[in-house]
């Protein structure tokens, strides 16, 4: 019982506020009844007196399933910066959802909303943007990189794909991938539905079945965006960037004890076609095994040989090495290591990490394609690998960018430090201050954090840097729950005013309820 009052003052009673800080608080009294129409509690002036700071408190609690309210804690005068020129005055994002039945379009196509349609207008603005075709920007510049690798050690080998529509079908998605029906990467609570039958890709792998049905070359190089619902900080973004690899194999060449003619004119350019073709003639699967790390929980195929394996997966593996060594600047103290993987449409199935930074870092996922996905692509002849990386991920630590919204940023301060065919350090502008509010409510049965989380980026845009859970409280009488998300408002590009976040932070109070009601409903 008394931890669970010490939670309840915790979570809704004045929450320490700093010096000389303008503050924004929220309360509930411990035990208040849940249900009630929105109202606001400013708190009397004895109280503002004993506390010694200018605070108001306002008390909110939203209709319908959620409610919500709201805390500021503004930042200490030491960490304020110099004010930006001319900020913009207060302003409300764009909070607009897209309801059943609505029409709404995608790259100029029409489609109507159904129960399963989870986009929002903000994320669909972005499908026009594919910062990958740009030549200057970070993203572009490391997909040209790889691409110049890879077509100068296996020249005339791999095809670039890269204009490819975001919208595919949950088949491209999932079950041609042999992601299996109870998977959460299905659920809408993890990937943006267009319609029960569509999605906003989550992986450039929603194309493979696609590009290899073409035959149309032995390999291929897939770049595009990609969309997923996630959590809210500086490294994660809803829509992100990935490039994925794929190279395939003539059984026939690789079935004899020596190398064929279409194999030998690359031994002098490619590495890794060097290093396959010392496995050829290896016909031991014991000696496979070793040699690819495979085990009995990451297996080689039972539809491939030990000669199929055993040049495909080296092969695989001293390309995805070759490329990061390329990328790291050739150096010789780069550490990298493999540690086994699982993916459904690959198998054995690695994943490469660097040593960066003191720590190790996840760069490649990769594999051997299940044979299964081949053959049904038409493809039973041959055998292949893939590997897929995230752009972002990688170029974050190439450029030195410290937070995933500056690459959506338009600013000439920051596009103007990178351009094509260079690496260059990021040189950090954005020195303003951080502002810091709260916002409680009454969860839904059904909530997932993802759900609140969209409520968040469509209501308050590109300025939120962060936001997290801080707090939860279950009501003693009627079990019901209450949790509590810091927000961290961080521009890039100037500091914000009292104003303007309270504006919006109001604006998100607001909005909450109707949202998450919503959702709710269509997830019982």
């Known amino acids: 019982m008394l931890r669970s009052i010490v939670l309840a003052h915790r979570h809704r009673a004045v929450l320490a506020a700093r010096p000389c800080a303008r503050a924004l608080l929220s309360t509930r009294p411990t035990g208040a009844s849940p249900a009630g129409d929105a109202d606001v509690h400013l708190a009397a002036s004895s109280v503002r007196a004993r506390l010694s700071l200018g605070r108001s408190c306002v008390r909110g609690q939203l209709r319908g399933l959620a409610s919500a309210s709201t805390s500021t804690q503004a930042s200490p005068p030491s960490a304020a910066p110099e004010v930006a020129a001319a900020p913009s005055a207060p302003k409300q994002p764009a909070s607009s959802f897209i309801e059943h039945g609505q029409r709404f379009s995608i790259l100029g196509k029409s489609y109507t909303a159904d129960a399963w349609t989870n986009v929002s207008p903000s994320i669909l603005s972005k499908t026009e943007r594919r910062l990958h075709l740009e030549p200057n920007h970070p993203l572009g510049i490391l997909k040209g990189m790889i691409e110049q690798h890879l077509a100068k050690t296996e020249p005339g080998i791999y095809k670039i794909v890269d204009s490819m529509n975001p919208v595919v079908t949950t088949v491209q998605n999932f079950d041609d991938l042999l992601i299996t029906k109870d998977h959460p990467g299905r659920q809408r609570t993890d990937t943006y539905y267009v319609d029960a039958d569509r999605v906003l890709r989550t992986h450039t792998s929603a194309h493979q ?8 070359a032995d390999g291929y190089l897939l770049s595009a965006d990609v969309y997923r619902r996630d959590e809210i900080d500086v490294t994660h973004y809803p829509v992100f960037h990935q490039m994925e690899g794929i190279r395939t194999f003539d059984r026939k060449h690789l079935a004899s004890a020596s190398l064929h003619e279409s194999i030998v004119p690359l031994l002098a350019t490619s590495p890794a076609m060097a290093s396959a073709s010392k496995t050829v003639g290896l016909t031991s699967m014991d000696e496979v095994v070793r040699l690819l790390g495979a085990s009995d929980a990451n297996p080689i195929q039972p539809g491939h040989t030990s000669a199929e394996a055993a040049f495909v997966g080296q092969h695989l593996k001293t390309t995805l090495e070759t490329l990061i060594r390329s990328m790291m600047g050739n150096d010789p103290n780069l550490q990298l290591r493999w540690i086994d993987a699982y993916f459904p449409f690959t198998s ?5 990490e660097v040593f960066h930074c003191g720590k190790w870092l996840e760069l490649f996922g990769c594999g051997i394609i299940q044979q299964q996905i081949m053959d049904a692509s038409g493809n039973s002849d041959r055998v292949g690998w893939a590997f897929g990386l995230g752009l972002e991920r990688i170029a974050m630590r190439l450029f030195d960018i410290q937070d995933i919204r500056l690459f959506w940023s338009s600013d000439q301060r920051f596009t103007s430090q990178f351009k094509a ?20 409510f009454w969860t839904p049965p059904s909530f997932h954090e993802n759900d609140f989380m969209e409520v968040v980026r469509e209501v308050l845009a590109t300025w939120p840097r962060k936001c997290c859970w801080v707090d939860q409280f279950t009501h003693p009488k009627t079990n019901r729950v209450s949790r509590c998300y810091r927000i961290n408002y961080r521009s890039m590009e100037r500091t914000f005013t009292n104003a303007e976040v309270d504006f919006v932070q109001n604006n998100l109070r607001e909005t909450v309820a109707k949202p998450l009601r919503s959702r709710a409903s269509l997830m019982e």
């Open 421 to 440: 065919g260079r690496i260059s350090r990021f040189v950090p502008f954005s020195k303003y201050p951080a502002c810091y509010k709260d916002v409680s």
């Open 348 to 352: 054995p199935s690695w994943e490469l």
């Open 209 to 216: 079945s696609e590009v290899l049905k073409g035959r149309s």
